[in-house]
């Protein structure tokens, strides 16, 4: 079935330090991929997706490349805040599925990132 | 601008009680569902809709009913409340057209203790 492994945290680094979350997974078909980010006491918010091959997603300075040859779609940001503190998610969506069943989001377990100043 | 609207964000149960949590989006999706999230393991489906009268189960169902009876609210019942559905809960919406790339909103949660 399909399925999603992300490095377990916590993850600490100092700000302006390099982040790299991994994140593999396990699909039949293309599925498409997100990155969610779960700020404290929020709820989850997009972060970026991709849906197909070798797409590159970004936003407010994180990326992830849709590698499909590796199965991953690792998170980086060159220079972390503390602001980034957060839980961050992979999740991927099975395009195989008929209607809604493509909108069914399957998680990793999250890892949680701490940025000290 | 109000998205997706949980209530209530805490509650304590006694177990065998039962409750609704409420769900409304004012987005105009058709598909929304419930998530739960558990220490080490993610969030798992419960059940979601993919319209006004049309639900199914997720990953999670046992223990939880849903009713979809206008394309805004999706409320998750708890029959009878069991300590192993402590948990935070999350509502979820997106549109269906667009295929498996749809942006899923979530809510900001609800936690549910049963004591």
């Known amino acids: 079935g399909n399925s999603v492994t992300q490095m377990e945290g916590p993850v600490t680094l100092s700000e302006e330090a390099f982040l790299t979350i991994n994140c593999t997974y396990t699909a039949t078909g293309y599925p498409s991929l997100f990155w969610y980010v779960q700020y404290p006491g929020e709820g989850l918010q997009l972060l970026l997706k991709?849906?197909?091959?070798?797409d590159k997603g970004s936003n407010k300075g994180f990326e992830a490349t849709y590698r499909k040859e590796t199965t991953s779609f690792h998170l980086e940001k060159g220079s972390v805040q503390v602001s980034d503190s957060a839980v961050y998610f992979c999740?991927?969506?099975?395009?195989?599925?008929?209607?809604?069943?493509?909108?069914?989001?399957?998680f990793g377990t999250g890892t949680l990132l701490a940025v000290q100043p | 601008n109000a998205g997706v609207t949980q209530t209530p964000k805490f509650q304590v149960l006694k177990t065998g009680q039962s409750m609704t949590l409420q769900c409304a989006q004012d987005m105009n999706h058709e598909y929304m569902s419930w998530y739960r999230q558990d220490p080490g393991m993610g969030l798992r489906l419960i059940h979601y809709s993919v319209g006004a009268g049309i639900t199914d189960q997720g990953e999670v169902p046992n223990g939880y009913n849903v009713s979809r009876s206008t394309t805004e609210d999706f409320p998750l019942r708890l029959l009878s409340a069991a300590p192993s559905q402590t948990s935070v809960y999350f509502c979820?919406?997106?549109?269906?057209?667009?295929?498996?790339?749809?942006?899923?909103?979530f809510g900001e949660g609800s936690w549910l203790t049963v004591v």
């Open positions: 991709a849906t197909k091959a070798d």
């Open positions: 999740a991927l969506s099975d395009p195989a599925g008929y209607g809604g069943a493509t909108n069914k989001l399957i």
């Open positions: 979820a919406s997106s549109y269906l057209r667009g295929g498996s790339g749809n942006t899923i909103y």
